[in-house]
């Protein structure tokens, strides 16, 4: 089955610094790959997504990139705000037929100082 | 509230009692899933349905675990017999499976709050 790695498990920026998260999984059949955040106590929230027929996609201050090849996707939040402190989520899953379920990532912790 | 919503959303419970938990997913969602977060973890899929078919069970189901969408519309979960292993927050979702002419579908899953389960 699909296997999802993310790194760092916890990452600590500056306020107004950039944040990078890093995502590989094993499957190279999935094609679909979601990012989440989740704030303490609450519901993890779709921020972006990414299909696998895209390299990049940007969203203000949010972009994921994605490499097919070397089977990894990677989230960049630029000009931190201390709202984005929360637990990001990698995910995978494979859209259309197969595995729709998706296989999250261990997580990341960002605080972001003010 | 149009958001994918869940009941109780906690539960506390002695180990060997049998628990029941509900998922109302956003209205006209065909699919629905459910996920297992233990604490510092990211969630773990349990099973999925789409409409009232439950189309996937992950292993981490044991028999004790059963789930239902009788009409396509609401969930349950339900554990038997719970152990003190089965204490987790246990998170419903739901998409909407359609078709563009490019030939994908699109899987948005949106995750209701979760119900905590407390296992003594």
């Known amino acids: 089955g699909e296997n999802v790695e993310q790194h760092p498990s916890t990452l600590s920026v500056q306020e107004g610094d950039s944040a990078v998260i890093k995502c590989t999984y094993s499957?190279?059949?999935?094609?679909?790959f979601p990012w989440y955040k989740q704030e303490l106590g609450k519901r993890p929230q779709l921020i972006i997504d990414?299909?696998?027929?895209?390299g990049e996609k940007k969203d203000q201050r949010i972009a994921v990139t994605l490499n097919k090849t070397a089977k990894h996707f990677s989230l960049h939040i630029t000009e931190t705000q201390p709202e984005d402190s929360a637990v990001y989520f990698c995910a995978a899953s494979m859209e259309d037929t197969g595995r729709r379920a998706l296989t999250f990532g261990s997580g990341t912790r960002l605080q972001v100082q003010p | 509230d149009t958001g994918v919503s869940q009941d109780p959303r906690h539960k506390i419970t002695k180990r060997g009692q049998n628990v029941t938990f509900r998922c109302d997913p956003i209205?006209?969602?065909?699919?629905l899933y459910w996920y297992r977060q233990t604490l510092g973890q990211g969630p773990e899929f349990l099973t999925y349905?789409?409409?009232?078919?439950?189309?996937?069970k992950s292993r981490l189901l044991s028999d004790r675990f059963s789930a239902e969408r009788p009409k396509g519309s609401f969930s349950t979960l339900e554990i038997q017999r719970t152990e003190q292993g089965d204490s987790a927050m246990y998170l419903c979702?739901?998409?909407?499976?359609?078709?563009?002419?490019?030939?994908?579908?699109?899987?948005?899953?949106?995750f209701g709050p979760g119900t905590r389960l407390t296992v003594l």
């Open positions: 349905f789409q409409n009232e078919a439950q189309l996937e």
């Open positions: 990414i299909r696998s027929n895209v």
């Open positions: 979702a739901s998409s909407l499976a359609w078709v563009v002419a490019s030939g994908s579908s699109y899987n948005e899953q949106f």
């Open positions: 499957d190279s059949a999935s094609n679909y």
């Open positions: 209205s006209e969602h065909n699919r």
